[in-house]
């Protein structure tokens, strides 16, 4: 079982920075790969970011290449995302997702496990 706590959203302004936070718990953390997801309102959910098991290999949603950036300490069992540039557009509801399978976590289809969500608001 893991849990995940998603922290660090909150109001910046178009072209400003957020860097979100996800504290794991459990002790299998480095089995799993990690992403991030967001979800606007009136929208379906969407990948945004992944990350491998160790970290070596990330994936980015085009919309965010660039700008955002994932990252993990596997000491710690936290996984971040950098997002720097933010544009209205960003504004959503953003989730940790854990899962052991690579494409699943990169796809978001059949995901082990969901964070609660952490709101980002952009404002123009």
């Known amino acids: 079982q893991v849990q995940l706590v998603e922290s660090g959203g909150g109001l910046v302004q178009a072209g400003g920075s957020l860097r979100l936070s996800c504290a794991a718990s459990?002790?299998?953390?480095?089995?799993?790969?990690m992403g991030w997801f967001r979800q606007a309102p009136g929208k379906e959910r969407e990948f945004v970011a992944a990350i491998s098991w160790s970290g070596s290999s990330t994936y980015y949603a085009d919309s965010v290449k660039g700008r955002f950036t994932i990252s993990r300490d596997n000491r710690k069992n936290m996984v971040y995302l950098q997002m720097n540039s933010l544009k209205p557009e960003d504004t959503a509801v953003y989730y940790c997702a854990a899962d052991t399978r690579w494409n699943n976590i990169r796809t978001g289809f059949s995901i082990d496990y969901w964070g609660q969500g952490t709101q980002v608001t952009v404002s123009s």
């Open positions: 459990g002790r299998t953390f480095s089995t799993y790969c």
